[in-house]
């Protein structure tokens, strides 16, 4: 077995626990390794900081393996995502393989819409309230109102938009915009003007109350790609029975980093593409269709250079054809889903808001909310400098001194 740290882009810093042996290794060398299990974050990057992950990692394992009716044998696993994606292949087995698989033309309508969490900041020192989700991807997972598609859709060639309330579920191209510094705060906004169902619903509850105008782009080109209603799913259909297993050891075990990693980042895993590592002249050989444009069968990613030759180029690249390992459609509607139901906790007291980000609102005032899973969070409440929505510093009430959240608690108790 072994654990192991990032140190910059291409070496990693390895324990290996049977020979208790150190060691610095490229990024090649490390990925090949089996039974190897990187750091989590909230532990320091350094050799002792490996040696106590070490430590917890083999408690969390024994209390997951020997939890009567729930017993998940966490060490057999190769990696952790080899963990997610077994545990999910074994509570989810027979309810998702016969989607039909995403396809290039499916795939541009994902990649054209915003593919992330609802972001906002406004810069300043304010007294702040933070509010943060427990759970909150795994919670929308089996939420009985989000839907996914089985099978792929259909291309239209819309003259306008129907109702809210008659809107089909897909994905739309207009162009949607306001000058009200509210709706910003609670809507995001695609550069390709390439919308789910989901958001453009959202705009257009809010249309009158923050003055948004909304304009389906009618030109040569499709503008929605829908999909039949019979075709759609409960989330909670496939996902039911893995969150509940994991749920009941996450109560019996809220500080097992484990329970909380195979749910937090089960969506993300489902969403991975499909990449192929080839040569140069592997790819010239093997007759491969490649290049930088959407055109091309295998469209590259990234390009380095081999840890064993320097002087032969390595390209990293996506089969357009079969982008996705797995064909659920999550991709764009659970973020669209999850944007959603931050952007009305924000709407609790809109104007008192001061940062927006994925799962997280923060309010200068105390709007004392009473919501499921959303719970009061220590690391944005406070007095805060907030520069940017990854950047800010607690303040210390004794010297205003600005420190990181991690720091402050123990830098309050021995100040003078």
Request: with cysteine; proline share 3%; charged share 30%.
């Amino acid at each position: 077995m072994y654990f192991y740290y990032k140190t910059n882009s291409a070496m990693y810093r390895v324990l290996d626990v049977k020979n208790y042996i150190f060691s610095d290794m490229s990024h090649e060398k490390c990925m090949k390794l089996e039974y190897a299990y990187q750091l989590f974050k909230g532990y320091e990057a350094s050799d002792e900081g490996i040696k106590q992950y070490g430590k917890d990692f083999r408690a969390w394992c024994r209390e997951m393996k020997f939890t009567k009716n729930l017993s998940i044998d966490y060490k057999k696993f190769h990696s952790h995502l080899g963990a997610v994606k077994c545990v999910f292949v074994q509570y989810c087995k027979g309810k998702y393989e016969h989607h039909e698989k995403i396809k290039k033309i499916e795939n541009k309508y994902f990649q054209d819409c915003y593919n992330a969490g609802l972001q906002f900041c406004e810069p300043g020192v304010f007294n702040s309230y933070g509010y943060d989700f427990s759970g909150f991807y795994p919670s929308l997972l089996i939420d009985d109102n989000f839907l996914i598609p089985t099978k792929k859709g259909k291309e239209k060639y819309l003259k306008k938009l129907k109702k809210r309330s008659k809107l089909k579920y897909g994905i739309y191209r207009v162009k949607i915009t306001s000058d009200n510094k509210n709706f910003k705060k609670i809507f995001s906004f695609s550069p390709k003007h390439t919308y789910t169902h989901i958001s453009l619903k959202h705009a257009m509850k809010y249309k009158k109350k923050f003055d948004v105008n909304i304009e389906l782009i009618v030109d040569d080109k499709p503008n929605a790609y829908t999909y039949r209603t019979k075709d759609l799913v409960k989330a909670s259909e496939i996902f039911g029975e893995w969150y509940n297993r994991l749920i009941q050891l996450k109560k019996l075990y809220p500080n097992n980093k484990i329970v909380k990693h195979l749910m937090s980042s089960l969506w993300g895993t489902l969403t991975q593409y499909n990449m192929i590592y080839k040569s140069y002249d592997e790819l010239e050989d093997e007759g491969y269709d490649w290049g930088y444009t959407k055109e091309c069968d295998y469209i590259v990613q990234d390009k380095y250079m081999s840890a064993h030759s320097n002087d032969e180029e390595n390209y990293k690249l996506l089969d357009s054809n079969n982008p996705f390992k797995y064909n659920i459609r999550l991709l764009p509607f659970l973020l669209s889903y999850a944007r959603n139901k931050i952007a009305e906790v924000a709407l609790k007291d809109i104007d008192n808001v001061i940062r927006i980000h994925t799962d997280n609102v923060t309010f200068k005032i105390d709007p004392k909310l009473d919501i499921p899973n959303l719970l009061r969070e220590d690391k944005t409440s406070g007095m805060i400098e907030w520069k940017h929505v990854n950047e800010y510093n607690h303040i210390c009430p004794k010297c205003d001194e600005q420190l990181k959240y991690k720091e402050i608690k123990t830098h309050i108790e021995e100040c003078c």
